[in-house]
Each structure stands twice: as structure tokens, then as C-alpha cells.
């Protein structure tokens, strides 16, 4: 991907940023034929994308807010995205419980109109459930004062790998997409940006490239288009471009605490439709765990790695206590991850309120910016951005042909309870690295559902770079188990090293940095980390 930079004069588009939005944005503009280039400064997914509530959904608490244009066209987006890749999103039974004798009928006529938005891409009818049929789909509500419930239907899929599915269609229609790759400045002519300066984050010693063949530190890269696509960081590239511009972003930031089943021993999530803050919480199964969500705590600055705050992990315990038969502490807590939001600046100080929808602004200097938004309305938003793109540099007119483009791994039917099933056709090479070599189908951790030819898999085929891009989102074990994932970083960084070419050095080096990393997701901060043998 690195000597594709060397060997092409000029791109058509240029994408800064490699989450949800710029991943989509390079699907769309390589399935047209365009000659696409997306770069990203750490790895793919690394902030947001990989940090949701795992939720492909149209948003009920949008719903309430009175948002109907969001909902309808995520309820749109969600069914799209299910025919796309089946493999990756499934079918999620939600309840929502009912304590007052208004929830009932109230939530039963909100999800009725939840259900009627969605028409015939809908996941199934909600309904009304007696105080009996809650108990038996969610054995562990609180009983008492329990009046019944409102069943309705949802997607989930898995964030940070669809993220690399995304990068893996762009990489199949022919575009190049590079991780640890910084931009460092923009290209202009007559004031218009015409390209950009990348820095090649990765020296030899750590590129995974044998000694050279990481290219040189320093590219200028010229495209007919450049698109900002960094999400938190939107106002950093606005700021490279003119000094002067406004921001156009405010942060919001949502925390996860991770739980073992046994707080939710069935497969029905729970959603909680009202909160002190008004928000909604979500307590959804999750690969073998139960992830519960989210807070909305404004933030002044962009981080890589945000950090859950003390009170917002006490929020949602406190919150999720009041609905379980079994009270989580923070002794159950088996990993708490954060993410930031970006939303498009309004009046409002709170950032509940302010808009989910996306936002596309072009500066003077012919920049192209696209930030808000959400998972579920990735591919709409590439679709929005593109329509624009193409009228303004005088590209190529094609039409969008994602709506029906079938996702890298796309595989009808998938299990999902079969291991390795979000791999879609991508499995059988998995199974197969088995094959040759049996002790690859070990697992990395004996409380996880990982194995060992994943990380293999992971460093020939999808820009697996550091332990961290490993244990968080090729696999995910750092957001389901942190102390586990610390302990497996030795093994991992073994595997890694041998696959690679790297000697001891890099190995400690790596596990030291995804220690420092992976401390902040443990609840308590009490465990001492495995080193290397």
C-alpha cells in the first residue's frame, strides 16, 4: 500500500481518517471507480468506531427526542446494512420493562411507530408482554413492581470489525488504505488544497516490513479531492487548513462497563428508556459478555485513548442496579472502555441534545469536511459526501452502488454462536492456518473465545501493526476482559514477533505500551501485568 504512494501521480480523493465515516466514504468512491486513497494516523477504528454500544439501530431515544428524519433513515440504513453483512449484524430482541402503569401502553405505541418507520426492512413486530413473559425472556429483571413489558427488535454487530470488513471491501475495489499514517499539512495551489503531507508513523524497527521497505518518513501525496474525515479530530485538520477556522465540533463522551453473563443469563437486551440525565441505557449480550451503557459526560479535548471517569462508571452501576435481581459492584466490572463523540456544534449546552445527524461543510480552500453522524448511517453519509465530491471536482458522474454491495466476508446464515463466525468467508482461512499447525487453534486465554490463528490471520491479511491493534479490535478481548487481556499480551506479542521478524526488544516494547493502554479499561487498578519470557 506504502510503494502505491510512490507510484501514483495524482488520486482522485484523498481521506483523512479511517473510522466508520472515511472507511465508508473509500467503499463507496473505489466500488465507483475512483482512484481512492485513505490514510489514518493510528489504527482503523482506534477512537469511536471501535467504542459504540455495538448497536445498528435507528435510535429510539432519537424517537423521543422527535428526530424523525434520523430514525427513519437509520431504520433505512439498518436493513441495508443487514443485507450487506449478514455475517456481522444480527437480529437483537430488546425489552424494555415496565414499572408504572403509563410505560406500558406508552413505550408499546412508540415502538409500534418504531416498527411502522421501518417498514419492510423491519427486524421483527415489538409487543406487549404480561409480567410473566418479561420474567421468562429476562430471568434476572427485578421482580418487584414489575408490571410487564414492550418487546421490539434491533441490530448489533461488531464495531471494530466491521471497520476492518470496510477496509477490506475498499482494498477489493482497488483502493490503497494505510494505517500510521499522519497527515503533517496540506498541499495548495492558488490557495485551493490539492494534497496533502503524510508522515509515516512507523520507523522500520516497527513497521512489520523487513528494514527498508517501510518506504521513506515523508510523502507529498497529490488528489483532485481532500476529505476530513477524523471525527473528534475534525478541528485539527480545519486548523491545518486556515488558522482562523471556527470549530465545528463538541465532544461527548459515553462509557461501557463490561459484565459476565450472569447479570443477563439470556439472549434479550434490556434497554432502560429514561435515565437522570435523560438519556437511554442499554444492557446488551455481547460475545459471551454483557456490555452496559452509555453516559454522555461533555469533554473539552480529543484524546486516542479517552478515559472512563470515576463517576461516570458509578452512574451506570448505580442505574443498572436498580433493574438487575443481582447488584454489580465494581468487583464485577471485567473491563470499562470510553469513547467521545463528535457532534455537530449547536446552542444547546447539553450534549444530549445536540444532533446525531451529519454535517458537510466545504472551506474556502476547497477542503471537504463531513463529522456527526453514527455507525448506523455510515454508508448514507459516504453516499451524501460523494454527491458533493463529484459535482465539485468535475469527477467522473457514476451512480452509488453500495446500497447492494455485499461486504468483505459476507455470508448468508451465519451462526452466531459458532466461534469465529464474524470472520464471514473469511473463516476457512482461518481454519485452515489451523490445519497446518493445530496449537494455532488454542485459545489466547482460556476465559475467552480467541485463538491463536486469528492473530496470525490478523498480521498477514488486515494491517495488524501493535499488540493493542491484536487484543482491541482484530480481536476483543481488551473491551471484554482487561485483566485477561493484559495477560495474554506476552503470548500475543510472541506470536506477533515470530510472524514478523521482530526480536526481543520489540516484544517487550509492545507489551509495555499495551499494558500502559490497557490499565485505564481496568475498573480498579490494582493488577500487576505479565512480562515477557
Not at 508513523?201 to 488528489?223: I, N
Not at 477556522?245 to 462497563?257: D, K, N, P, R, Y
Not at 459535482?391 to 458522474?397: M, V
Not at 514478523?500 to 499494558?515: A, C, G, L, S, Y
Amino acid at each position: 500500500m506504502i510503494q502505491q504512494l510512490e507510484t501514483t501521480h495524482e488520486w482522485d480523493i484523498c481521506i483523512i481518517g479511517g473510522g466508520a465515516t472515511g472507511l465508508g466514504i473509500a467503499v463507496d468512491a473505489a466500488s465507483r471507480g475512483l482512484k481512492t486513497l485513505l490514510i489514518e494516523k493510528f489504527d482503523f477504528a482506534k477512537g469511536t468506531s471501535s467504542r459504540s454500544t455495538k448497536l445498528v439501530h435507528g435510535g429510539v431515544r432519537y424517537l423521543q427526542q422527535g428526530n424523525i428524519k434520523l430514525v427513519m433513515e437509520a431504520l433505512k440504513e439498518r436493513g441495508i446494512l443487514l443485507n450487506n453483512a449478514p455475517h456481522l449484524v444480527k437480529n437483537q430482541a430488546f425489552i424494555v420493562p415496565n414499572y408504572k402503569w403509563w410505560e406500558g401502553p406508552y413505550y408499546g405505541i412508540g415502538l409500534k411507530v418504531y416498527d411502522w418507520m421501518a417498514g419492510s426492512l423491519g427486524f421483527g413486530p415489538s409487543q406487549l408482554l404480561s409480567k410473566e413473559e418479561t420474567l421468562a425472556l429476562a430471568p434476572t429483571l427485578d421482580a418487584e413492581s414489575l408490571r410487564g413489558g414492550v418487546l421490539y427488535h434491533d441490530g448489533q454487530f461488531d464495531d471494530a470489525r466491521l471497520a476492518i470488513h470496510l477496509a477490506m471491501t475498499a482494498a477489493d475495489h482497488g483502493a490503497t488504505i494505510i494505517n500510521y499514517m499522519s497527515v503533517e499539512g496540506l498541499l495548495k495551489t492558488n490557495g485551493k488544497v490539492c494534497g496533502v503531507i503524510l508522515k509515516n508513523m512507523l520507523s522500520d524497527a516497527s513497521s512489520g516490513l523487513p528494514a527498508g521497505q517501510a518506504g521513506s518518513a515523508f510523502h507529498e501525496v497529490k488528489a483532485k479531492v481532500v476529505i476530513n474525515a477524523t471525527g473528534v479530530f475534525t478541528d485539527s485538520i480545519l486548523k491545518m487548513d486556515d488558522e482562523k477556522a471556527e470549530t465545528l465540533v463538541t465532544m461527548s463522551q459515553g462509557i461501557h462497563i463490561v459484565l459476565d453473563r450472569e447479570f443477563l443469563p439470556s439472549d434479550t437486551a434490556i434497554l432502560i428508556p429514561r435515565t437522570n440525565d435523560n438519556r437511554v441505557l442499554f444492557a446488551v449480550p455481547w460475545h459471551s459478555k454483557i456490555i452496559v451503557g452509555t453516559t454522555d459526560t461533555p469533554v473539552n479535548h480529543a484524546s486516542s485513548e479517552p478515559v472512563a471517569l470515576n463517576e461516570e462508571i458509578d452512574f451506570i452501576i448505580h442505574h443498572i442496579q436498580k433493574y438487575l435481581t443481582k447488584d454489580p459492584d465494581r468487583s464485577d466490572l471485567r473491563s470499562v472502555f470510553a469513547g467521545l463523540r463528535p457532534l455537530v456544534k449547536g446552542q444547546s449546552k447539553n450534549t444530549a441534545a445536540l444532533s446525531r445527524d451529519h454535517h458537510i461543510a466545504i472551506s474556502d480552500s476547497e477542503l471537504i469536511t463531513i463529522t456527526g453522524g453514527k455507525w448506523t448511517t455510515y454508508r448514507k453519509m459516504a453516499e451524501d459526501v460523494l454527491e458533493i465530491v463529484i459535482h465539485k471536482a468535475g469527477l467522473k458522474e457514476t451512480e452509488c452502488k453500495t446500497k447492494d454491495l455485499h461486504i468483505h466476508g459476507y455470508k448468508k446464515n451465519a451462526d452466531f454462536n459458532k466461534r469465529l463466525y464474524y470472520y464471514g468467508t473469511d473463516e476457512e482461512e482461518i481454519q485452515s492456518i489451523i490445519q497446518n499447525n493445530n496449537s494455532l487453534g488454542e485459545p489466547i486465554h482460556p476465559l475467552l473465545p480467541f485463538v491463536k490463528a486469528e492473530i496470525i490471520w490478523a498480521v498477514r491479511n488486515e494491517m495488524c501493526i501493535t499488540v493493542e491493534d491484536a487484543l482491541s479490535r482484530r480481536t476483543r478481548v481488551l473491551l471484554l476482559d482487561a485483566k485477561a487481556a493484559m495477560e495474554s499480551a506476552p503470548l500475543v506479542a510472541e506470536l506477533m514477533a515470530k510472524e514478523m521478524q521482530k526480536d526481543n526488544e520489540w516484544i517487550t516494547n509492545e507489551i509495555n505500551n499495551f499494558n500502559a493502554i490497557a490499565r485505564n479499561y481496568l475498573p480498579t487498578s490494582n493488577f500487576e501485568p505479565q512480562t515477557s519470557n
